[in-house]
């Protein structure tokens, strides 16, 4: 099979055609995007205080690490720790809900999606990262110009 490749390419060279380009499968990445919590303050502070990290934690797993942590030191009478612990995730997660909602709102204006379906799903608190991950490929696409009851039914 690959003399026949090989030969159809040397004749493509021969007539002055472009070599094919393999097209690769389209990866959507809007996920990847997101600001990464082991690069963050906030990992760095857990990591300080001697908090064990996994490989590749979710999200759960590190608040769920960093109010531990901020209790033990509420406990210990180390308040300013605490609060620190406490501010770092929260500005993390700030930030990072931010991020996901503005990917959202790019994907909306990708698919012809309803700006009031967007602010209603804001409104309501939704996950944007939920959301984001149902907006994703193929069955995002699926969604494309749909009404906004269809559209919160298929992301609810």
Do not use: C
């Amino acid at each position: 099979m690959s003399t026949l490749a090989d030969a159809l390419r040397k004749a493509a060279s021969t007539a002055g055609l472009p070599e094919p380009v393999a097209t690769a499968p389209r990866v959507d990445d809007t996920l990847a995007q997101l600001p990464d919590p082991l690069e963050s303050a906030w990992v760095v502070l857990l990591r300080q205080s001697g908090v064990e990290i996994p490989a590749s934690p979710t999200m759960g797993q590190l608040v769920q690490r960093s109010d531990a942590l901020a209790r033990a030191h509420k406990d210990a009478g180390r308040r300013r720790e605490a609060e620190a612990v406490t501010r770092e995730k929260d500005t993390f997660l700030r930030a990072r809900a931010a991020k996901a909602w503005s990917l959202v709102k790019a994907r909306f204006a990708d698919l012809d999606l309803n700006e009031k379906a967007y602010r209603a799903l804001k409104q309501e608190d939704a996950d944007p990262e939920r959301i984001l991950a149902r907006l994703k490929g193929p069955k995002g696409d699926s969604l494309r110009g749909v009404g906004a009851a269809r559209l919160r039914e298929a992301l609810a």
